[in-house]
């Protein structure tokens, strides 16, 4: 329904070419300041000044020159403090303060940088980017001490040994930042985040993480606020093990702008001293806290680069053991290495690779549909009277038509057996060995198996244990084979097809198609019936049996299948196979059927052989 214009808003106006056009000083940046698009010293020469360009470094998230092109050419965002700074003529015009137009937003604001930035500003909008980088939810971190964009890589090269290399953390490791990304969540579990350090004047982060069997004293008295969610969580045993480590962020370009400064571990060099960044850490000159502090790391010729971490500019990390050094002027427990496995930690807690992996798994299962494996209702009653060992075995599954012809054959003629229930999409070894193509239903007898439903009943038939279900004369038995042939050939296509139809005349014409060949069947029926040779149920009414109830629990559901008129002979039919008890012995209850057919109402892809048959025109498995 269309929204009613205001009173005052003319319907002709709508045709009015003038009506949506923007205002003129609206057009663009270029129009607002009276600038010539055509003057090459306004457009040019910003490129040609050698430090014209010299404070655009480095470039964050939220550089205009990153962001997304605006929705509408004609309206630019406005330029922040840290945009291409533009030189005017002497005798352009000063541009005069936009209006905010009608709702505030139509007229962008133009910011013009008055000088580049000095290089403490760009060490303080560093430190700001670390803020504003999104932690990755794949991790499940928060902000602050974690990391973000972590990557959830389950077997990267060499796994093994960098996790052996970062638990045990013998020398000052350098990574560049795609291995801190990939490896560091493989580790995360061994230490537990304390705090993060942040310099004004320093281009990098230090991150301070205790060994997680550390220990910690028991919690805290409970919340009495009951929004507040509570967490099963206990007391460990204290001080297991003293590391502490630090986990030093630098920024990009870091290590040009450190220059001789910096030594790194990946340099060839050597020493023994400790390598610490901020005054008050260990390294820093103790009684003169304004001295001017080098910034340097343990050197090891064993982790020599030719290229290190950072020399391209990229940001790069270090890692170094600092407990037992008294690092911010506090005593931090023992030198030394761990003093336990790394499997001991594993125990303690999975890694952030492992959880997301668990994660991911659990929403996948949670978000899958899942269907029933075993038989509800009456048919599980049944199930449960044929559990023991039995020399005849029937191997099946409890939404199956097929299975249940044979079932109910069994059961009418009252016969002794076992009833063994599988997945048919998870399907055993020894089921192959029955039937190569994994299908339901089976049947072993003694060491002879054998498959195919119809066959299956026939050979239950040979067998002569039970009520007969095939007349006795040859010509009645050629009529009952007959007209099983039909429903195997004719029906039951017909019913899959008006089923995993989607397109509503197809629907109607898979209702017509299945009509017409149940009409076909109660011709040559018993014409008092009420079942296909009289009074009582038989070969051919046990072939049609699972279809019919399906029809009720399934068709009429999806498809609006209509229940047969009163006092019809369709009518009685139904109501004969519907009540008689075998029938009703094998049979679940609705929601295991409405479950089970989905995916068949749906059409989905693979759904089992038979529907792949019917969608390709073939004849059924």
């Known amino acids: 329904m269309e929204a009613p214009l205001p009173s005052h808003f003319q319907p002709q ?32 020469a910003q490129f040609d000044a050698p430090n014209s360009l010299s404070h655009l470094q480095p470039r964050n998230v939220l550089d205009p020159q990153l962001q997304q092109e605006p929705r509408f050419p004609d309206i630019q965002p406005p330029v922040s403090q840290h945009a291409r700074h533009v030189p ?28 580049p930035q000095t290089h403490h500003e760009s060490l303080d909008r560093l430190q700001n980017d670390f803020d504003m980088r999104p932690v990755t939810e794949a991790a499940g971190d928060s902000a602050g001490g974690h990391f973000s964009n972590l990557k959830m890589i389950p077997d990267p090269p060499n796994l093994d040994a960098w996790r052996s290399r970062l638990f045990n953390v013998d020398d000052v490791i350098e990574l560049t930042e795609e291995e801190f990304l990939t490896y560091f969540p493989h580790v995360d579990n061994i230490y537990s985040h304390r705090s993060t350090q942040k310099y004004k004047r320093k281009p990098f982060i230090s991150h301070y993480w205790d060994c997680r069997l550390k220990g910690r004293p028991p919690g805290t008295r409970k919340s009495d606020d009951p929004n507040k969610k509570k967490r099963k969580r206990h007391a460990r045993e204290r001080d297991l093990c003293d590391v502490k ?7 990009p370009g870091a290590r040009e702008q450190l220059g001789s400064d910096f030594v790194g571990s990946s340099t060839n060099s050597t020493g023994s001293e400790n390598n610490y960044f901020a005054p008050g850490q260990p390294g820093a000159t103790m009684n003169d806290p304004g001295h001017t502090q080098q910034f340097t790391t343990v050197g090891h010729n064993a982790n020599y680069r030719l290229d290190p971490p950072g020399s391209d500019g990229s940001r790069f990390y270090t890692i170094q053991r600092v407990n037992g050094n008294g690092a911010n002027g ?7 290495a761990h003093k336990h496995s790394l499997e001991d930690s594993d125990r303690v807690k999975k890694n952030s690779i492992q959880r997301y992996f668990l994660k991911e798994e659990k929403v996948k299962k949670k978000s899958q549909k899942t269907y029933h494996k075993r038989a509800t209702g009456s048919a599980l009653a049944t199930v449960k009277k044929h559990v023991k060992d039995h020399d005849l075995k029937l191997i099946g599954s409890c939404f ?5 012809r044979v079932w109910i054959s069994l059961e009418t003629k009252n016969m002794s057996y076992q009833y063994i229930e599988v997945d048919p999409y998870k399907k055993p070894d020894w089921l192959l060995e ?24 026939e050979y239950l038939e040979d067998v002569a244990e039970g009520s007969p279900l095939l007349p006795r004369d040859a010509q009645g038995r050629a009529h009952s084979r007959l007209w099983t042939d039909h429903i195997n050939r004719q029906i039951v296509p017909a019913f899959y097809r008006y089923l995993q139809a989607q397109e509503p005349q197809k629907q109607m014409d898979g209702a017509m198609e299945l009509k017409s060949e149940i009409a076909k069947l109660i011709a040559v029926a018993h014409s008092s019936g009420p079942f296909f040779l009289g009074p009582y149920i038989s070969f051919v009414d046990i072939q049609l049996a699972p279809w019919v109830v399906r029809m009720r629990k399934v068709l009429k559901p999806y498809r609006g299948w209509p229940d047969p008129e009163p006092g019809s002979r369709w009518g ?39 529907a792949n048959a019917v969608n390709s025109g073939r004849g059924l498995p």
């Open 572 to 610: 009685s039919w139904v109501e004969a196979i519907e009540k008689d008890p075998s029938v009703k012995a094998t049979t679940s209850t609705d929601e295991l059927y409405m479950d089970s057919y989905e995916r068949y109402a749906e059409n989905r892809p693979n759904t089992s052989q038979v």
């Open 13 to 44: 106006q709508l045709h009015d070419p003038n009506l949506f056009q923007p205002p003129s000083h609206h057009h663009s940046l270029v129009s607002q300041l009276d600038l010539d698009p055509s003057d090459p010293f306004q457009f040019n």
């Open 400 to 404: 199956c038509p097929f299975v249940q």
């Open 330 to 336: 506090k005593t931090d427990g023992a030198t030394g």
């Open 88 to 115: 005017s003529r002497p005798d352009a015009k000063t541009p005069t303060p936009a209006q905010g137009g009608q709702f505030g937003i139509l007229t962008p604001q133009l910011q013009v940088p008055s000088r």
């Open 434 to 457: 029955i039937n190569p193509r994994g299908l339901v239903p089976a049947l072993r007898h003694g060491e002879w198996t054998c498959y195919e439903s119809t066959v299956l009943m």
């Open 245 to 251: 480590i630090k986990i030093t962020e630098y920024f």
